[in-house]
Each structure stands twice: as structure tokens, then as C-alpha cells.
């Protein structure tokens, strides 16, 4: 018995465990770049009890927040792709990785400015 539990723990430090790290790091960095880009949304879409300046635009400085956003958001999406070319796995599961990280990914930011409309 505890011969198993030894092949468990190598097992698990050694495949499941890295893998776990790197898919809560790329829907962390997914979650801080959809909440940047909701913010600059409503920062754009209507007046804010804050003043930024006095003399800046809220359009464009939400539209400027936004497109930082969507920045990080392109910066995590190709580092996903540049990992996963990096392994040695055939083309064709890695496509089928790649649809569906698109796939999730986009389906995490409407979550995310769903949410965010119910205010």
C-alpha cells in the first residue's frame, strides 16, 4: 500500500500538478484582463461619479482601458499557444486544444460582462 500512495504523489507532482498551475494561471490572467475591459466598457458607456481629471474625456479614456484589456487578453491568449506548440503532441490535438481554448476563453469574458450588466 504505501508503494501506491508514493506512485500517486510522483504521479501527481510530476503531471497533474503543473498542469492544474498553468490552467488557474491562464484563467486568472483571463479573469484581470475581462475585468479591465469591463471596466473601460462602463467607464465609456456612461458618466462617472468620478472625475479623472476634470479635463479628460470618459469615452475615451474607457475605449483606451478597453483596448488595454483586450491587449492582455491577446498577450495570454498567444503565450497559451506558444506553450502548447511547444509540446510534442500531434497537430491535430493540438488544433483541437486550441479551439477550444478560443472557446473557453470567449465564453469566460461573456460571463464576465454578463455579470457585470446586471448591476
Known amino acids: 500500500m504505501p508503494q501506491v500512495r508514493t506512485r500517486w504523489l510522483s504521479f501527481y507532482s510530476e503531471h497533474v500538478e503543473p ?16 475585468l479591465i475591459v469591463s471596466a473601460g466598457a462602463h467607464v465609456s458607456s456612461s458618466e462617472p461619479a468620478i472625475v479623472l481629471f476634470g479635463y479628460l474625456r470618459h469615452g475615451l479614456i474607457g475605449r ?3 483596448l488595454f484589456g483586450v491587449i492582455l487578453l491577446l498577450l495570454n491568449f498567444l503565450d497559451g499557444l506558444y506553450k502548447l506548440a511547444r509540446l510534442n503532441w500531434h497537430i491535430a490535438y493540438q488544433i483541437a486544444m486550441t479551439i477550444l481554448y478560443v472557446a473557453l476563453s470567449v465564453r469566460l469574458v461573456q460571463l464576465i460582462l454578463a455579470f457585470r450588466g446586471g448591476e
Not at 19 to 34: D, H, L, N
Request: charged share 20%; aromatic share 10%.
Open 19 to 34: 498542469v492544474s498551475k498553468e490552467i488557474f494561471s491562464y484563467v486568472e490572467k483571463m479573469i484581470i484582463g475581462t
Open 64 to 66: 483606451g482601458v478597453m
